[in-house]
């Protein structure tokens, strides 16, 4: 059986890809919202007050998950607000993910809820070196 213990070694590395990642596309709901970047979201009105909240969060929280600043409580707040989109925006349309389109929030939700307890990893402000 192969040993799997030498990839200890890469895990901060690992970890800062899933925020990196994580945090390019949630970035972009957000500019999709404020912007129409790359493509509008919405009926390209103006955006209710808990739209323009969300896409706040998602701009200005994904840059600070992206570059790993404050990373443990902001993700804490995303991973709140995609709480709260999942139970107001999908659930209401059905129970399962797959009818509601809600599974990316999910995903989100619990990306983010992990990043609470793992921290940045490296590569990341929260973690540099003085």
Do not use: W
Not at 113 to 125: H, I, Q
């Amino acid at each position: 059986m192969p040993s799997f213990e030498r990839l200890n070694a890469y895990q901060p590395y690992a970890l800062a890809a899933l925020r990196i990642i994580t945090a390019l596309l949630f970035i972009e709901h957000g500019t999709m919202k404020l912007f129409a970047f790359p493509i509008p979201q919405g009926d390209g009105g103006p955006l209710s007050a808990i739209a323009l909240i969300a896409a706040l969060l998602e701009v200005i929280g994904g840059l600070a998950i992206l570059v790993g600043f404050l990373t443990r409580p902001i993700a804490f707040i995303l991973s709140g607000e995609m709480a709260v989109a999942y139970f107001m925006a999908h659930f209401p349309s059905g129970f399962f993910p797959a009818v509601n389109h809600g599974g990316e929030a999910i995903l989100y939700c619990f990306i983010f809820l992990f990043l609470v307890f793992a921290g940045a990893g490296a590569l990341s402000v929260d973690n540099r070196k003085a």
